[in-house]
């Protein structure tokens, strides 16, 4: 499955992010899950006491999501932390830090927007446990289908 950008915007590409989550002992880790033409998803991967450089992104809005592990964000405004499920926006030309105290690893979605111009990364698993694919239409997306084609029919 391509993770790449999109050949088009309609192109649906489910992942399963367990697939990309990379830890590297000397350093922590970004790995840029998607890349489309207007957003960007990336995962951090932080082992116990680690932490990132300085980040600072003059255009890019990116929100972080920690998936797992409690992470403290440094900005030039202070120190937040944050527990699993926890997000936050940090707006374009915030200089920012994600800082890794815990005893254990910290996973972290970012979402930037516009994106930088990096590539997908190909993924180090390929178990795809989070996905599923509907062999049959649901019942929801047969009552969607059956309004929705009800509608094109009496236009």
């Known amino acids: ?43 951090w991967c932080l082992q116990p006491r680690q932490s990132t450089p300085v980040l600072h992104y003059d255009e890019q809005d990116v929100t972080y999501s920690v998936i797992g592990g409690r992470s403290w964000f440094v900005t030039e405004h202070g120190e937040i932390g944050l527990d699993a499920m926890g997000s936050m926006l940090v707006p374009a030309g915030t200089h920012h830090g994600i800082d890794n105290r815990a005893p254990d690893p910290l996973i972290v979605l970012a979402a930037s927007a516009p994106p930088s ?39």
């Open 1 to 43: 499955m391509s993770t790449s950008t999109s050949s088009s915007p309609a192109d649906v590409q489910p992942v399963d992010l367990r697939d990309y989550v990379d830890f590297d002992d000397s350093r922590a880790r970004r790995v840029r899950v998607y890349a489309t033409p207007t957003i960007a998803l990336d995962l």
């Open 117 to 155: 111009a990096e590539p997908a990364a190909v993924p180090v698993g390929h178990a795809a446990a989070a996905i599923r694919h509907q062999p049959e239409p649901g019942l929801v997306r047969r009552l969607v289908d059956t309004i929705l084609g009800a509608r094109k029919h009496s236009e």
